[in-house]
Antibody, heavy 115, light 110 residues
Framework: QVQLQQSGPGLVKPSQTLSLTCAIS??????????WNWIRQSPSRGLEWLGR?????????DYAVSVKGRITVNPDTSKNQFSLQLNSVTPEDTAVYYC?????WGRGTTVTVSS | QSVLTQPPSASGTPGQRVTISCSGS????????VNWYQQLPGTAPKVLIY???QRPSGVPDRFSGSKSGTSASLAISGLQSEDEADYYC???????????FGGGTRLTVL
């Protein structure tokens, strides 16, 4: 079955870049049927979808309006994983970040934005 | 303010049947399928229902989902103490071009 293993730092300074990685087992990041998403959860915003990458003969990305311009979700076919980069973070970006194919979820990474 | 609307709380006694509603619009529930997730404290959400009414293997048949127009419902029959959790609905929104979620319903088993 599909499993998702998240990695990345739990503390990021304001104005810097948040970077997380999600390693996939049991499926391929290049699957023609799956989408690979990043979602965050905070008490103030609830569950908030951030963006996704997926392959349908070529690579596609979709991003939430709330973070567009600051976010990049990239596949890494050599390592069968995908990543999240969120630039220019502020304390409002403090949340638990999850990777998911909308069925299976990673365990979550608590990210705090603080100096 | 969440795009999908759920009641903030629900409750029932063991053995009872409880229903949680999720209201949206034509751009999300009205035109796409609905997923339901269960989240226990300190854990990641777990899919209970996908494609409106399909259960992944391992999810008890006490959990069922339905959809009508721009609304969806999750029903839990034979309520058990371990069902105490937060429940979220989700759907793809064609106007926003992204997934949208309900604000969550906290289920208490009395």
């Amino acid at each position: 079955q599909v499993q998702l293993q998240q990695s990345g730092p739990g503390l990021v300074k304001p104005s810097q870049t948040l970077s997380l990685t999600c390693a996939i087992s049991g499926d391929s990041v290049s699957s023609n049927s799956a989408t690979w998403n990043w979602i965050r959860q905070s008490p103030s915003r609830g569950l908030e979808w951030l963006g996704r990458t997926y392959y349908r003969s070529k690579w596609f990305n979709d991003y939430a309006v709330s973070v567009k311009g600051r976010i990049t979700v990239n596949p890494d076919t050599s390592k069968n994983q995908f990543s999240l980069q969120l630039n220019s973070v502020t304390p409002e970006d403090t949340a638990v970040y999850y990777c998911t194919n909308m069925d299976v979820w990673g365990r979550g990474t608590t990210v705090t934005v603080s100096s | 303010q969440s795009v999908l609307t759920q009641p903030p709380s629900a409750s029932g006694t063991p053995g009872q049947r409880v229903t949680i509603s999720c209201s949206g619009s034509r751009s999300n529930i009205g035109g796409n399928t609905v997923n339901w997730y269960q989240q226990l404290p300190g854990t990641a959400p777990k899919v209970l229902i996908y494609n409106n009414n399909q259960r992944p293997s391992g999810v008890p048949d006490r959990f069922s989902g339905s959809k009508s127009g721009t609304s969806a419902s999750l029903a839990i029959s034979g309520l058990q103490s371990e069902d105490e959790a937060d429940y979220y609905c989700a759907a793809w929104d064609a106007s926003l071009n992204g997934w949208v979620f309900g604000g969550g319903t906290r289920l208490t088993v009395l």
